[in-house]
């Protein structure tokens, strides 16, 4: 049995997520300047959110919750686990392709549920225009999360993370195919998506073919597999849905305010940099490890790997939040503020991503917590908390939105990130040992959060001292790339003066099996 590494492995998920990210930054420029701010961006953005939202609620989100655990499992004691995994294809793709022929027919009805303040002006024809040119993008990419799964639950995880960056690759290049040859830059986008969809299903296709997992297509069929698989799914399909009302909460909120969709996609292209780069490698590697070493009983393993987990996450994502939240300006405007995207856009996307800042840390820890209840195929008790999350976003998202604009929605989802964390910290003591961080986690946990405000006070300083570079044309590029190493190396020697990390260790931890 092919064994799992566990930092390993969130290296090289992480590597290839940073890429992807990276591109999707590289993406929002493009956008943003040749598109930019207002109702064509607001109306791209309301599109493109529906297949993502209905792939994290199918795929990325509930379904696979459920099948990794129970294919990990499987795979660990050899129990015919590509039977389960076809089994799992065929209802997936059955399920997925009424949906989809379901939205293409009812989409004004979708539009309107998830972005209602665009009734009555043009952005609300344009965005049904665009849904149904990109839902279709759902069946291949959910498709694909499965064949992701399976791969990450074997221990594969180098293309299962790389097929991401095909959407990005095609998109920006199609974005500039269109500008070249003077046509519409947002139709290139849009019909740029589905073509994405299939290119990413091929690649883990082919990738699972090679690792020995052979799945065809056919039939569906209801076995005690696919029911409890489904009885897993469903509560997990609660929590999923839970969030995704968090997230069309913010939208419908965002929506009754001109250009402030557009403005909170932006930030939330920022955060989710060092959100998919730590936090989702960590959930994607913890999982299938987590419930292959409950399979085998090493309860010392798991506590370990959990452990190390929370530890990495929090070494990478503190130091960037503090970021988010000392340097936002210098941040978007260098990054954003071109073309049709002006000063005043930079402002308010610059506000927005230091309140999503402050819950970074939220955001990353749920993504380690999490596993601990999937793994062991409860899937209840984060949709339990998940709605309590849910019921606090609503009343803070709503209630402050007459008083202080769209940015309720920014502080909304911050506030509702540390609740869940809470919640779900709390629900695991009764795990017993296994969900407790170790004594070495706390330790370092202190001396990572001393290093990281060093660093925030290093990078006040350097960015009062380089305003006016930062401001200049061409010099402001090279200006941001000093301003982030000098933010690099200020947290690199405080964390090593302070005994945060030790970069020998860390070789050696990559270096040995987990």
């Known amino acids: 049995m092919k064994p799992i590494k566990l930092i390993s492995g969130v290296m090289t998920v992480g590597f290839w997520t940073l890429a992807s990210r990276v591109l999707g930054v590289v993406r929002e420029v493009m956008i943003l300047a040749l598109i930019g701010p207002g109702p064509v961006m607001d109306a791209f953005v309301a599109a493109f959110r529906l297949p993502n939202m209905f792939r994290r609620f199918f795929a990325e989100g509930a379904f696979n919750a459920a099948f990794v655990p129970m294919f990990s499992k499987k795979y660990e004691g050899e129990e015919d686990p590509l039977v389960f995994a076809r089994d799992a294809l065929n209802g997936l793709a059955f399920c997925l392709?009424?949906?989809?022929?379901?939205?293409?027919?009812?989409?004004?009805?979708?539009?309107?549920?998830?972005?209602?303040?665009?009734?009555?002006?043009?952005?609300?024809?344009?965005?049904v225009g665009f849904g149904r040119i990109v839902f279709?993008?759902?069946?291949?990419?959910?498709?694909?999360?499965?064949?992701?799964?399976?791969?990450?639950?074997?221990?594969?995880?180098?293309?299962?993370?790389?097929?991401?960056?095909?959407l990005n690759i095609l998109v920006c290049s199609a974005m500039t195919i269109g500008y070249v040859l003077g046509g519409e830059i947002i139709l290139w986008l849009i019909w740029t998506v589905p073509l994405a969809g299939v290119a990413q299903l091929a690649v883990v296709w082919v990738a699972a073919e090679r690792a020995g997992i052979r799945l065809r297509p056919g039939r569906p069929r209801w076995t005690p597999d696919m029911k409890r698989l489904l009885v897993v799914a469903i509560p997990a399909a609660l929590a999923g849905g839970v969030m995704q009302v968090n997230l069309l909460v913010g939208q419908q909120v965002a929506s009754h305010f001109d250009s402030a969709v557009g403005w909170l996609y932006a930030a939330d292209r920022l955060y989710q940099l060092p959100l998919g780069v730590v936090g989702i490698a960590v959930g994607i590697v913890l999982l299938p490890d987590l419930s292959r070493r409950l399979k085998a009983q090493d309860d010392a393993g798991a506590r370990n790997a959990f452990s190390r987990a929370g530890e990495l996450s929090l070494a990478i994502t503190v130091p960037c939040a503090v970021a988010l939240v000392v340097i936002p300006l210098p941040l978007v405007s260098v990054l954003f503020e071109r073309g049709a995207t002006t000063r005043a856009d930079s402002q308010a996307i610059a506000l927005a991503v230091a309140i999503y800042g402050l819950g970074l840390p939220a955001f990353v820890l749920q993504k380690v917590l999490q596993p601990l209840f999937f793994a062991r195929e409860d899937t209840r008790s984060p949709f339990h908390y998940a709605v309590w999350a849910m019921v606090l976003n609503a009343a803070v998202a709503i209630g402050l939105a007459p008083v202080i604009g769209w940015?309720?929605?920014?502080?909304?989802?911050?506030?509702?990130?540390?609740?869940?964390?809470?919640?779900?910290?709390?629900?695991?003591?009764?795990?017993?040992?296994?969900?407790?961080?170790?004594?070495?986690?706390?330790?370092?946990?202190?001396?990572?959060?001393?290093?990281?405000?060093?660093?925030g006070?290093?990078?006040?300083?350097?960015?009062?001292?380089?305003?006016?570079?930062?401001s200049m044309s061409y010099v402001r590029y090279a200006a941001l790339a000093v301003l982030i190493a000098i933010g690099i190396v200020a947290y690199a020697v405080a964390g090593q003066m302070l005994g945060a990390f030790g970069m020998a260790e860390l070789r050696g931890i990559v270096r040995r099996r987990k």
């Open 407 to 455: 940015t309720a929605s920014a502080i909304a989802t911050t506030l509702a990130g540390w609740t869940m964390v809470a919640q779900l910290a709390y629900g695991a003591r009764k795990m017993g040992e296994v969900a407790h961080f170790d004594a070495r986690f706390f330790t370092r946990l202190w001396r990572i959060v001393a290093a990281s405000a060093v660093m």
């Open 136 to 166: 279709p993008y759902i069946l291949l990419i959910s498709l694909a999360a499965l064949f992701s799964g399976a791969l990450n639950a074997a221990g594969y995880f180098a293309a299962a993370a790389a097929a991401p960056v095909l």
């Open 97 to 127: 392709l009424i949906l989809t022929a379901l939205a293409l027919i009812f989409m004004p009805a979708l539009v309107y549920a998830t972005a209602g303040g665009f009734a009555g002006d043009a952005r609300f024809d344009l965005t």
């Open 457 to 470: 006070g290093v990078l006040w300083g350097a960015q009062e001292l380089m305003m006016p570079v930062l």
